[in-house]
C-alpha cells in the first residue's frame, strides 16, 4: 500500500487494534454487509463487519465460514442485542475465531460482555452519551463506536460534531473510539483523528462498491440522491416510542407511518404488549430493507441511506474507495503542516 505517514501515525492505534492497515471500519448494513463487501473492505486494508441483523444462528455460521473463505484478514461481526439467540451467535463467533464482535442496538445484556471476551475476541459497543461511554468502559467494553443522527439506519438524535466534541475529550485516552455518521471525506476522517478518535466507521459510502451485492437500482437511487433525500422517519404516537431511521424519501416512508398507525392500534386494543409492538416495528424495517436491497424494490422498500449519500458518486470498487479516503487523509495532514 502506498506510504502515507501522517495517516498511519494517526491511525496507529486503531490499526493496532483491528489488525488492519487502515482503521477504516465498513459499518454492518443488514443485507448489505455480507461476505462479498466485507471481505473485500478487508482484503483492501479496511474493517469489513458482517451484519448478522436477524439472521438465525446456523445462517451467520455459513456466512463466516464464506467470508473466512474469500479473505484471509481479519474482520469483525455485528450482532443485535435484542436478537433471541444471541448467546448462541456469540458462541458461533467464538467457534470461528471471530476476534471482534461490535453488539449493536442497546445496552449489552447481562453476561453478553463477558462471553465474548471469554472467547478470546474483543468487544466494539456504541456509545450513544457520555456516561454510558463511561459506564461501557467500566464494563469491560474493549471499543466504542459514536455514530451521529447523519447516519443510515436507524439513529440518535445528536449529531456526530457534538459526540464527538462531548465524547472524545473524555474517553480517547481510555479506549479506542471510532467516529461514525456522515463521513464520505478523508477531510473528515483526519479531523476526527486529531480530535482523538481511533479511527472512523462508514457505511453509506460502501453501499454503491462494485462488491456490494446491493440490487443494481438500489445502487441507482443512491447515486441520483442528494444530502437532503436522506430523512429520518417521524414518530406520529407519543405512546409508541420508535427509533428514528434515516433512508431516502419514497412511498415506503409512508407505509411506514401506517405501520405506526397499525401497530398503536393493537396496542390501544391490548392486543399486543409494547415489546411486541416495538418487535413488529423492527421486522417491519428488515423486511423493507430486504425488499429495496435483495429485490429492487426501490419505491416501497427501505433506502436506508446517510446523509452522505449525496458524495457517493459512482459505482467503484472498495479498494479505489479506501485508496481516494486515505490519500485526502494524508492531504489533509500534509497542508496543516
Ligand atoms: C443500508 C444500511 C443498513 C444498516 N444496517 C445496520 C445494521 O444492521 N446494524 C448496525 O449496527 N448498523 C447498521 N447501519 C449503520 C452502519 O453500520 C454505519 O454505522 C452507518 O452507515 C455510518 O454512517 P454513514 O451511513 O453516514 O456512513 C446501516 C446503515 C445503512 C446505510
Not at 473492505?41 to 464464506?66: K, Q, R, W, Y
Not at 472467547?119 to 459514536?146: E, Y
Request: glycine share 10%; net charge negative; charged share 20%.
Amino acid at each position: 500500500m502506498t506510504a502515507r505517514p501522517r495517516l498511519s501515525h494517526h491511525m496507529a492505534r486503531g490499526t493496532a487494534f483491528l489488525g488492519c492497515e487502515l482503521a477504516i471500519l465498513g459499518g454492518a448494513m443488514s443485507w448489505v454487509s455480507e461476505r462479498n463487501l466485507v471481505a473485500a473492505i478487508s482484503n483492501a486494508g479496511g474493517f469489513g463487519v458482517i451484519a448478522c441483523g436477524a439472521m438465525p444462528v446456523d445462517l451467520l455460521d455459513a456466512e463466516i465460514a464464506a467470508t473466512k473463505a474469500l479473505t484471509d484478514k481479519p474482520f469483525g461481526v455485528n450482532l443485535i442485542t435484542m436478537h433471541p439467540d444471541l448467546f448462541a451467535l456469540i458462541d458461533v463467533c467464538a467457534r470461528h475465531k471471530v476476534g471482534h464482535v461490535v453488539l449493536a442496538g442497546g445496552l449489552p445484556p447481562k453476561g453478553s460482555i463477558e462471553a465474548i471476551k471469554a472467547s478470546g475476541a474483543a468487544v466494539i459497543c456504541f456509545a450513544p452519551t457520555l456516561a454510558m461511554g463511561k459506564k461501557l468502559a467500566r464494563s469491560g467494553v474493549d471499543a466504542l463506536v459514536i455514530e451521529g443522527m447523519e447516519a443510515g439506519g436507524h439513529i440518535g438524535p445528536v449529531s456526530t460534531s457534538v459526540l464527538a466534541q462531548e465524547i472524545l475529550p473524555d474517553l480517547a485516552d481510555e479506549l479506542p473510539i471510532f467516529v461514525a455518521g456522515g463521513i464520505a471525506r478523508g477531510e473528515a476522517i483526519a479531523a476526527f483523528l486529531e480530535m482523538g478518535a481511533a479511527g472512523v466507521q462508514l457505511g453509506t459510502r460502501f453501499v454503491c462498491a462494485h462488491e456490494s451485492i446491493a440490487h443494481p437500482d438500489f445502487k441507482r437511487a443512491f447515486l441520483r440522491a442528494s444530502a437532503r433525500d436522506a430523512v429520518a422517519s417521524v414518530q406520529i404516537d407519543p405512546r409508541l416510542p420508535v427509533i428514528p431511521v434515516r433512508a431516502l424519501k419514497n412511498a415506503g416512508t409512508e407505509a411506514f407511518t401506517a405501520k405506526q398507525v397499525e401497530v398503536a392500534q393493537l396496542l390501544d386494543q391490548g392486543a399486543i404488549d409494547m415489546g411486541e409492538a416495538q418487535l413488529q416495528i423492527e421486522t417491519y424495517w428488515a423486511g423493507a430493507l430486504r425488499r429495496a436491497v435483495i429485490d429492487g424494490d426501490v419505491e416501497n422498500g427501505s433506502l436506508m441511506a446517510g446523509q452522505s449519500v449525496g458524495m457517493v458518486k459512482a459505482e467503484e470498487p472498495v479498494a479505489d474507495i479506501l485508496r481516494a479516503l486515505a490519500d485526502e487523509a494524508e492531504s489533509a495532514f500534509v497542508s496543516r503542516g
